[in-house]
Structures are given as C-alpha cells and as structure tokens.
C-alpha cells in the first residue's frame, strides 16, 4: 500500500482534473482565451514580474540561511545560486524533492556537502513553502471567512474553525522547537529539529514567497475576482491539489481547481490570467534556473580543464 497508494492518489486527481478541464476547455473559444491574455494590462504584467523577483529573492536569501546554519562561514554566492535553480526547475519538473536534491548535491558536493547533509538541506528547504501555504491559509479563513467560505463551499463557521485548527497548528510546532532540546525520538521515529533561529527564517521568508506567488496570480485577475484575503484561501487550497497529483508544476490540476473555486468569473479570463501567470511566475525562473545551471556545469567544465 505504501507504494501503491500515492500512485492512486495521484491518478485520481489527475483523472478529476483531467473530467474538469475538458468541460470547461470544451466550451471556451481559443481566440478568446488569447484576446484576455493580449488585454491584460500592462502595469499588472509589471507588477507581477516584481513580485516573482521578489519570490525569487526570498527563496535565494532562504537557502544563504540554510545553507550558513548546517555550514557557518560559507560564502554566500553558491547556496544563492542553488536557491535560484534548485527551486524552480524542480517546480517545473516535478518531484520536487528528487529533482531539486539532485541539483543541490551535485552544486553542493564539490565543497565537501555529502549525502546526509544534503539530504537535511532538501527537509530543511520545503518548511518554508508548507509554512507559508498553512499561515496564509490559516489567517485567510480565520479572517476572511465570510468572503472565503462559498468559494470553497464551506460555512462561514466550518471556515473560521478550520483556519483556528491551522494556526494552532502551527503555534503547536513553533512552541515545540522553542522547548525541545536535542533530536526528537518518539519511539522509533527520531528528527533533529531546526533552530528558533532557522524557524522564525523559514516562516518569514515562506510567507513572503507564498504572498509574492499569489499577488502574482491575483494582479491578471479579471474585474470580478474576490478580495486578496479570500482569495489567498482559493490559492492554497489549489496548490495542494497540484502538489499530490506528481504532475509537473501541477500542470492542468492547479488550474481546474481555480476554475471550480472560481466560478463566477468568465473562464476565458481566467484562463488567460492562470496562463500569464505559469509564464511569468514559472516558465521564466525555470528558464533562469536552467541557464544558470547550464552556465555553472560549463564553467566548471573548464575549470578542471575538461573538453
């Protein structure tokens, strides 16, 4: 079960995902979907590419942190170009954690980082994002649960008490590296916890990513979207499902959950906004990401003097 679940879990989504877009694609017109995206403002296009670089910064800053907490004094050019290529083109290829570690270990083997280190930098560098997405959720229904809740079809109660639950969550986990001194064992189980220090890093900074990612998103919107708060709640309610379903980016499944969640605005629009969006927030850092991963192997290529 254990090898067999998560294939059906992720074939389940993308078979839903798959029932949702054909619906909807069927009825849309392709030269409407390209005339919302020819519309699109040029001032929103701006500022989404500010905040993707502001995204890509704080990722960039993240790793420099992580990076100098498991190895003090190490300059900080290379985890800083890691955090830049690791991040988005394990995103984009999916099975972030193989695709990005393979990357982290092959920058970060040639300053004596061997496989146990590496594999706590690859833990270590997806708290950040789990950390924003359940705040940003959490505060989201908590505070927005009137405007959030039909959205997600939910009551306004079931909203806030689960946006409660979140936060507590987190509070829980926040209050345990506080007091726990050492690896935790429970039982079998045993994990060396990052440091208050790393943890108050990791929220800052992956709140600040998840935000950029959603103003990103929200700036293409159509008239009609709901308001930012509301609206962070749709987002990282359709992350998740792209997340599981093992596709690329989460390909088709991130954008058939927007199109259920979203329901009142013309899907022709909205299409067009979720299409800038993977261009400007995805396709472009994966293309940065892969150049300088390009750059890095032909310069160190001639370094050791190889062909």
């Known amino acids: 079960m254990k090898r067999v679940l998560p294939a059906i879990v992720s074939a389940v989504i993308i078979a839903v995902a798959a029932v949702v877009l054909y619906r909807t694609l069927s009825t849309l017109e392709p030269a409407a979907v390209a005339a919302s995206i020819r519309a699109l403002p040029v001032g929103a296009l701006l500022l989404a590419g500010l905040f993707t670089v502001l995204a890509l910064a704080a990722l960039a800053t993240y790793e420099v942190v992580m990076l100098r907490s498991l190895r003090p004094g190490l300059a900080a050019a290379r985890p ?8 988005p083109v394990g995103h984009a290829i999916g099975f972030g954690a193989l695709s990005g570690g393979a ?37 989201a229904l908590a505070l927005a649960a009137a405007a959030a809740a039909p959205a997600l079809g939910l009551s306004a109660g079931a909203a806030t008490a689960i946006g409660a639950v979140l936060l507590l969550t987190h509070v829980g986990y926040v209050a345990m590296i506080l007091r726990v001194r050492g690896p935790l064992k429970l039982r079998w189980f045993e994990a060396e916890l990052p440091s208050p220090r790393l943890t108050a890093w990791q929220y800052a900074l992956g709140i600040a990513e998840v935000l950029c990612a959603v103003a990103v998103l929200y700036v293409l919107l159509p008239t009609g979207a709901p308001g930012f708060l509301p609206f962070v709640a749709i987002y990282v309610v359709a992350i998740p499902a792209g997340l599981l379903s093992s596709v690329p980016a989460g390909l088709g499944v991130f954008e058939s959950m927007l199109l259920l969640l979203l329901r009142d605005l013309p899907a022709e629009s909205l299409l067009g906004a979720v299409l800038a969006y993977r261009l400007i927030y995805e396709l472009l850092p994966f293309l940065l990401g892969l150049g300088l991963f390009l750059g890095w192997e032909a310069l160190a290529r001639r370094r050791v003097g190889r062909p």
């Open 80 to 87: 800083a170009l890691t955090g830049l290529i690791a991040y």
């Open 103 to 139: 990357i982290r270990y092959r920058l970060y083997q040639p300053v004596g980082l061997g496989p146990i280190e590496v594999g706590r930098v690859i833990v270590l560098s997806a708290l950040p994002y789990a950390a924003g997405l359940g705040v940003l959720c959490a505060t």
